[in-house]
Every structure is written in C-alpha cells, then in structure tokens.
C-alpha cells in the first residue's frame, strides 16, 4: 500500500472510532511519526494533508527540518529531551508533548520565549511505571503541572502517555482511561497557566482504542510509513 493509501485507511479508522463513541472527527489531530522515515515519504505523507509530523530525536528533526524547509509543516517533539538539546529543540519544534520533569521545562522555558511566543507542551506521564520509560510517575504529575504552568514561555496544554505493550490492545484501554481520568482531576484544580484540553495517546497498535477513550492527539508511525528498521 501507498503512503496515500494509508494516509487514507488511518483516517477513516480514525473517523469510525468518532462515530462509535459520539466524537467529532475534528477533534482528533493525526500526528505521523516520522522518525527514522526519508524526506521523500514525509512530502508524500504532506500531499496527502498531513501537516503534523512527530520526531523523537533532535538531531535527526534537525536534519529533515533543513531538508524540508518548503512544507508548512507543524513539529511534535515525542521523545526524551536532554537538558543540553534544549535550545535546538526550541528552535524545530512548534509542540514539546514530552515534559517529564520540572527541570526540563525551566531549559526550554528559558529558550522559548523568542519572538514573545508561547510554546505549547504535554506532560508526558509513565502509567506502566516502566522503569525503561521517560515520563513523571502519575503522583508527581499534579506538582508538576502547577510548576509548568508558572513559566511565562510555555503554553501547558494538556497530558501524554506511551502505556507498555499489549499484544492485545484492549488491554491498554485502562491506560488510557486512566489519562484522561488524571487530565479531568488536574483540570478541576483550576491551575493557573494549565489547560488539560489536550490527551495524546494511542499509536499504530492500539489508536482507535485510544480515540473511544478521547485521545485528541494520535501519534501514528508505522500503519503510514511502514515498518521502521
Ligand atoms: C515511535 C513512536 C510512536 C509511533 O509508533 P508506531 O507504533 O510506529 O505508530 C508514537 N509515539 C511515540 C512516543 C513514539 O516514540
């Protein structure tokens, strides 16, 4: 199958997942992920009306951004960020979805600010309690909103999880319900600086699941792309 052709099948499985659970189409972002994939599949994922691309390593987005500097694209950042790539990462990324810590924030916070914009971010939360995941344990992630939500350069916007691996992917619907139910209990606090509009979860493997649970973000790689060496 073509990138199209993909393109195609992700988005009408997207729009089937709405109908069954009473959501407007509009309302989930369809991230591709394009790490590890050429220049040329992300401009032919673009032709097809994709403009959200997520990269998990600066470098590498560093390298497709020049390559790609004629698309009109918008930049997810999904990955770990290392406190010393933050100020690249300011420069390629238009979305942080993966704060897991205070100090990671208050280093792009200090490099966001450029031209007096706000750069919209997720808290990435590690539900699995996967010691081999980034992302703040679920008890801390209440302190750590209240904190990003007080830095002037950064936009909080909401919560982002990459649950463990299920064969199965009913079993991660916990996972996600669980974000959302965490997202509506920070919310309620009425945080200042701190919105829970948005939830990004669900992947290739499980994101129409996602979608019933109110996923408005999906990151989806590998059911566009194909597989990834
Ligand atoms: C690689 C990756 C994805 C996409 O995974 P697929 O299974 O290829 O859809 C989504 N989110 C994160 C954080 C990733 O690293």
Redo the contacts with the bound molecule.
């Keep these: 199958m073509s990138i199209a052709e993909n393109v195609e099948m992700v988005r009408g499985r997207i729009r089937a997942a709405c109908g069954r659970s009473g959501r407007r189409t509009e309302d989930v972002l369809l991230v591709a992920?394009s790490?590890t994939v050429p220049a040329e599949f992300i401009r032919q994922a673009y032709a097809t009306g994709i403009r959200d691309f997520?990269e998990?390593r600066v470098q590498e987005a560093a390298a497709k951004r020049s390559e790609l500097s004629e698309l009109a694209a918008t930049w997810h950042l999904?990955?770990h960020l290392q406190s010393n790539k933050a100020k690249l990462a300011c420069q390629l990324f238009d979305w942080v979805e993966s704060i897991d810590s205070l100090r990671i924030g208050d280093r792009i916070n200090q490099f966001a600010g450029a031209g007096g914009r706000k750069l919209p971010v997720l808290l990435e939360v590690n539900l699995g309690e996967e010691a081999s995941k980034f992302g703040a344990e679920e008890a801390e992630v209440m302190r750590l909103a209240e904190a990003i939500g007080r830095l002037e350069a950064l936009e909080l916007r909401g919560l982002m999880t990459?649950p463990p691996f299920f064969e199965d992917p009913e079993k991660v619907r916990p996972y996600f319900r669980r974000l959302r139910q965490l997202a509506r209990h920070i919310e309620a606090q009425n945080l200042s600086g701190v919105s829970m509009r948005e939830l990004s979860m669900g992947?290739?493997?499980d994101f129409e699941i996602a979608v019933e649970e109110g996923a408005t973000i999906v990151?989806?790689?590998?059911?566009i792309f194909g597989s990834r060496q």
């Design positions: 992920v790490k997520g998990n999904i990955g990459l992947m290739s493997h990151r989806v790689g590998t059911a």
